[in-house]
């Protein structure tokens, strides 16, 4: 080893790229030769045939000739493969013979090389330094210290040590086979201790020479590990983009790239005092909440001067605008409330941050972005990451990058990731999108000061998704009660022995002479000092306002105190040349040299004459309302599961040229000149992280219509989390309005048990308004009730209200979520269709469709009232019609279920004094809107008067997969809502 050292001394690798003039050395000219690899100095006398100036000219031949020996003159071969294998200089190079010279002479000239050892020896060195510089790139990170507790580290073998430090005889090269033995296949790929003085060239994939191109094999290896083993762990190389991974490889293998200058030490050592508060620190120091206001969610006494049930204080958001000293520019900052379900607000942040790009014009990402924080546990075990990263490049749905920080802290509540998730890293789901993964010590704040700058520049420069890994430990428990040496003692004893980051970065910096003791002590007290007074302030406070902790506030919607400007609702309707006009557009393609499919020709063609006979049928009924508000200034948005077309093929908002691939029109967005735009987009099969996407879309603005359409009303079963945890309950808990709408296509029709039912009964049970209590009817009664409620749950059964009922959402001087049932066959019956009369100027949305035929004249008469809602009502009088029974049985319409219509009802139940009051639905009994309408109905009449139920039996699924089963339920409900004596029977 020490020859070695003093060989390598004495020849002391130049550079490939640098050029060596002709220098004065003990009275002769220097030039370069190669040995071993390697180039030196030495007379040129020695070597008659080089000179100072043609030295990168033997540069290029020595590397055409490493590639392939026979790709340069045979004299050249000769020459780099005696140099090579060690011949001393003026030796190396041997003269061509002469011409006609004899095959002896040939054989004798040649004699040194053959008595070389072969060239591949050489090659396959080479390329083994390649393989090992790769396999520090590739799985560097396995080793890497990136565990404060050690306890990562304690599955390496115990021989290796922690540390590949260099020893008085430099890299030990046992240890080094050890270590690499985690990295590569083949150990050390050949190389062995005599090759680590040996200089390499470097190839272009690594950046760890800096101004070099060639370095010795140890200081390789020790680059690489400053650059892959500390206390950074890199995954990139599994990215398949060139580019990105080169820029990847020269921010962590550059020379000195992860060096702070003592003004940032000083910073960073300020900012770690301020974060140690722990659970709040995002509140505290990155949103700059106030501290009075943190500290007066702790106090018990503290009365809630907001309506809502409000949250745990970890749970809320907030919204602040404050300067960026870098930039010297204003910079908003936005935290969204979350609940304890973790990852959930991942979708729910993501549609925000498309929000807010959307109304800024912010195509790339430039002014908007959006940062994830998550838990380790639940990054690794929550589908909904998942959900959240697949839409990370979709076209309507990118936001150009996100940067998620995964805390780490190497436990979930109490379960030990080794049974919480089958993968090595939590993070490992982010490979799916290609993003790089930053691991990180969190002990050592400059790695992690240096992976998040990365981050951010990655971001910045890319626009793609980024995760840093921040690998620390919980100091206590999960919350305040917790014990964790219940369930991890040894990792807890670990933990207790740990020095705190502050102190361990302190003494670093006491250390290295960048602060003393005394300027820490006093950035210490100075803090405490700016807790205590506003620990002080915030006894001063006696109301506590549940809507400071907004994540976004909508100025100018509301009075300055949040209320409603007003509790009245404009007219939805409107006039006939709004409605002929938008009739026209949505019948036509309004692009020249377009052509569309013969069956959407055909479509199109109906539409047109609908518009000709004043009548609109569901999908029209849509596109009016839509076209009305879009030229209002309320931007559209409606996405979900082949919501383009429609499911049922009866929107077609896009139009496809046959002709031309991926030409594509949206006739809505040629409807007026300053319109608004019109967002209309096929999702990917998600439900989850779609809806919640388009929930914080609809957070960012009160002046948007945004909807989520399920492929089928059953499919919202897997975005229940979103309707549990956000929708129904988000005014209450975090006082923050939102009006998204949900359609939900909704029916019996044989369709089996995954196709048919949206399941009312659910969202009719999370409804907030009292069933036993009938409301005063003031004079703002209706919009009164809409504002009271959680959220709003209709089941239209025409399309004019189905018209109405969407203009009405965003013409209420508030926002409540809209849950509609929309039809699947009503979308072509032939009843199902609507006059321009119900739509005109001073037209509504109908809260109840009451009976207008025959019974209605002489209601003394009618034996029995059907009440019912959605599209039973067109088999209930189908069914009426043929039994003749139209005198006798009136039928209302409950088109608006939550909140109840207790006003209409009354009436039409005081209006038929002598009938029976029967609650009719095509749902089972213990599903459907039975067990929510019959309370409300009977308060209305008093109690007096019983509410039967005819409808289908009890049952565990939503409906049948078998025809005949189907047909034989129908017919029986019906034949129950028509047998006038059935329920006197059961009286009896």
């Given at each position: 080893m020490h020859h070695l050292r003093t060989c390598a001394a004495k020849l002391r690798p130049l550079s490939a790229s640098q050029t060596v003039k002709n220098l004065s050395h003990s009275g002769s000219v220097v030039s370069r030769t190669f040995q071993q690899g390697r180039f030196y100095t030495a007379p040129v006398a020695a070597e008659p045939f080089l000179s100072g100036t043609s030295s990168n000219y033997v540069e290029e031949m020595y590397f055409a000739w490493l590639e392939n020996p026979q790709s340069v003159h045979k004299s050249w071969d000769v020459f780099f493969r005696n140099a090579n294998m060690g011949a001393p200089p003026g030796t190396a190079y041997q003269s061509p013979p002469p011409l006609g010279a004899s095959r002896a002479s040939l054989s004798q000239a040649q004699s040194m090389v053959v008595a070389q050892p072969n060239v591949d020896k050489l090659v396959e060195d080479h390329l083994a330094v390649q393989s090992l510089i790769r396999a520090y790139q590739i799985r560097g990170h396995h080793v890497a210290q990136l565990d404060p507790l050690g306890i990562l580290d304690a599955d390496l073998e115990s021989s290796v040590p922690a540390n590949l430090a260099t020893s008085s005889n430099g890299l030990d090269i046992a240890v080094c086979k050890e270590r690499l033995k985690k990295l590569t296949v083949g150990a050390f790929y050949g190389l062995d201790e005599s090759d680590l003085d040996k200089v390499f060239h470097l190839p272009t994939t690594t950046?760890?020479?800096?101004?070099?191109?060639?370095?010795?094999?140890?200081?390789?290896?020790?680059?690489?590990?400053?650059?892959?083993?500390?206390?950074?762990?890199?995954?990139?190389?599994?990215?398949?983009?060139?580019?990105?991974?080169?820029?990847?490889?020269?921010?962590?293998?550059?020379?000195?790239?992860?060096?702070?200058?003592?003004?940032?030490?000083?910073?960073?050592?300020?900012?770690?005092?301020?974060?140690?508060?722990?659970?709040?620190?995002?509140?505290?120091?990155?949103?700059?909440?106030?501290?009075?206001?943190?500290?007066?969610?702790?106090?018990?006494?503290?009365?809630?001067?907001?309506?809502?049930?409000?949250d745990v204080k970890y749970h809320l958001g907030m919204y602040h605008r404050r300067i960026n000293r870098v930039s010297n520019r204003n910079i908003t900052l936005s935290l969204v409330a979350n609940p304890s379900h973790l990852e959930a607000v991942d979708p729910v942040v993501q549609g925000k941050t498309k929000a807010e790009q959307f109304y800024l014009s912010d195509t790339e990402g430039k002014k908007v972005m959006s940062i994830l924080l998550h838990g380790d546990a639940a990054f690794a075990g929550q589908g909904i990451v998942y959900e959240t990263f697949h839409l990370s490049d979709l076209p309507s749905y990118t936001t150009h990058g996100t940067i998620h920080v995964v805390v780490n802290n190497q436990i979930g509540f109490?379960?030990?990731?080794?049974?919480?998730?089958?993968?090595?890293?939590?993070?490992?789901?982010?490979?799916?999108?290609?993003?790089?993964?930053?691991?990180?010590?969190?002990?050592?704040?400059?790695?992690?000061?240096?992976?998040?700058?990365?981050?951010?520049?990655?971001?910045?420069?890319?626009?793609?998704?980024?995760?840093?890994?921040?690998?620390?430990?919980?100091?206590?428990?999960?919350?305040?009660?917790?014990?964790?040496?219940?369930?991890?003692?040894?990792?807890?004893?670990?933990?207790?022995?740990?020095k705190p980051v502050l102190k361990k970065y302190a003494e670093k910096l006491t250390s290295e002479g960048v602060v003393t003791q005394q300027e820490f002590e006093e950035e210490m007290a100075k803090y405490d000092k700016i807790c205590e007074e506003a620990y002080t302030r915030s006894k001063d406070e006696k109301i506590m306002h549940i809507k400071h902790w907004l994540d976004s506030p909508w100025p100018g919607f509301f009075t300055l105190d949040g209320q409603p400007k007003s509790m009245t609702c404009p007219s939805t309707g409107l006039s006939e040349e709004m409605l002929n006009h938008i009739g026209k557009v949505a019948s036509s393609v309004p692009v020249e040299d377009f052509t569309i499919h013969g069956g959407l020709t055909r479509i199109l063609k109906g539409r047109g004459e609908m518009v000709k006979n004043r009548t609109v049928d569901w999908a029209l009924a849509e596109y009016m309302a839509f076209g009305s508000l879009l030229n209002e200034g309320i931007h559209i948005r409606l996405s979900g599961q082949d919501v383009e077309r429609g499911t049922f093929s009866h929107r077609h908002h896009v139009l496809h040229d046959q002709n031309v691939d991926k030409k594509t029109c949206i006739p809505m967005n040629h409807l007026w000149p300053n319109q608004a735009p019109y967002t209309v987009c096929n999702s990917s099969l998600s439900e989850y992280g779609v809806l919640g996407f388009e929930l914080g879309f609809a957070m960012?603005?009160?002046?948007?219509?945004?909807?989520?359409?399920?492929?089928?009303?059953?499919?919202?079963?897997?975005?229940?989390?979103?309707?549990?945890?956000?929708?129904?309950?988000?005014?209450?808990?975090?006082?923050?309005?939102?009006?998204?709408?949900?359609?939900l296509p909704h029916g019996m029709e044989g369709m089996g048990p995954e196709h048919s039912s949206a399941?009312?009964?659910?969202?009719?049970?999370?409804?907030?308004?009292?069933?036993?209590?009938?409301?005063?009817?003031?004079?703002?009664?209706?919009?009164?009730?809409?504002?009271d409620t959680n959220w709003i749950v209709v089941n239209c059964s025409t399309p004019a209200n189905y018209f109405h009922v969407l203009r009405r959402q965003i013409l209420l001087p508030f926002r409540k979520p809209l849950i509609i049932f929309t039809p699947k066959s009503l979308l072509r019956h032939p009843d199902a269709k609507s006059s321009y009369d119900d739509m005109l100027p001073g037209t509504e949305f109908l809260r109840s469709i009451v009976e207008d035929g025959v019974a209605a004249q002489k209601p003394e008469d009618v034996k029995r009232l059907l009440l019912c809602t959605g599209k039973v009502y067109y088999e209930l009088a189908k069914e009426r019609k043929g039994r003749g029974l139209e005198s006798e049985v009136a039928i209302a319409r409950v088109e608006q279920l939550s909140p109840f219509p207790f006003d209409v009802i009354e009436q039409e139940a005081r209006k038929y004094c002598n009938a029976e009051l029967v609650w009719c639905q095509e749902e089972h009994k213990n599903q459907?809107?039975?067990?929510?309408?019959?309370?409300?109905?009977?308060?209305?009449?008093?109690?007096?008067?019983?509410?039967?139920?005819?409808?289908?039996?009890?049952?565990?699924?939503?409906?049948?997969?078998?025809?005949?089963?189907?047909?034989?339920?129908?017919?029986?409900?019906l034949d129950t809502s028509f047998n006038l004596d059935a329920f006197k029977i059961l009286g009896n």
């Open positions: 950046f760890i020479g800096g101004n070099e191109t060639a370095l010795p094999l140890r200081e390789i290896i020790r680059r690489m590990e400053m650059s892959y083993c500390q206390h950074i762990g890199v995954e990139f190389m599994f990215i398949n983009d060139l580019e990105q991974c080169q820029w990847i490889r020269q921010k962590f293998e550059t020379p000195s790239a992860m060096q702070f200058t003592n003004e940032e030490k000083r910073t960073l050592l300020a900012r770690l005092v301020r974060s140690t508060r722990g659970r709040l620190n995002v509140l505290a120091n990155v949103i700059r909440k106030e501290l009075e206001q943190i500290f007066c969610q702790f106090d018990s006494k503290l009365e809630a001067a907001d309506e809502g049930t409000g109490t379960t030990d990731p080794r049974v919480a998730r089958s993968s090595p890293y939590p993070t490992d789901v982010a490979r799916v999108v290609n993003a790089p993964i930053f691991h990180v010590n969190a002990d050592d704040p400059e790695a992690v000061m240096y992976v998040c700058n990365v981050a951010a520049e990655w971001r910045n420069t890319f626009h793609k998704d980024v995760v840093v890994d921040l690998v620390c430990f919980r100091r206590n428990g999960h919350n305040e009660m917790d014990e964790p040496m219940f369930t991890q003692p040894l990792m807890y004893k670990q933990i207790k022995k740990q960012a603005s009160p002046n948007a219509l945004v909807l989520w359409e399920a492929q089928f009303g059953d499919f919202h079963n897997t975005a229940q989390c979103i309707i549990d945890q956000f929708i129904s309950p988000g005014q209450a808990k975090w006082v923050r309005q939102n009006g998204i709408v949900l359609l399941r009312p009964e659910r969202f009719l049970q999370m409804c907030n308004d009292d069933p036993d209590v009938v409301p005063k009817f003031t004079e703002d009664f209706v919009v009164r009730q809409l504002y459907g809107y039975y067990e929510y309408v019959k309370p409300r109905i009977r308060a209305t009449t008093h109690r007096e008067r019983p509410v039967w139920y005819a409808g289908r039996e009890p049952a565990a699924a939503p409906a049948t997969g078998n025809k005949n089963t189907h047909l034989h339920e129908l017919k029986r409900f």
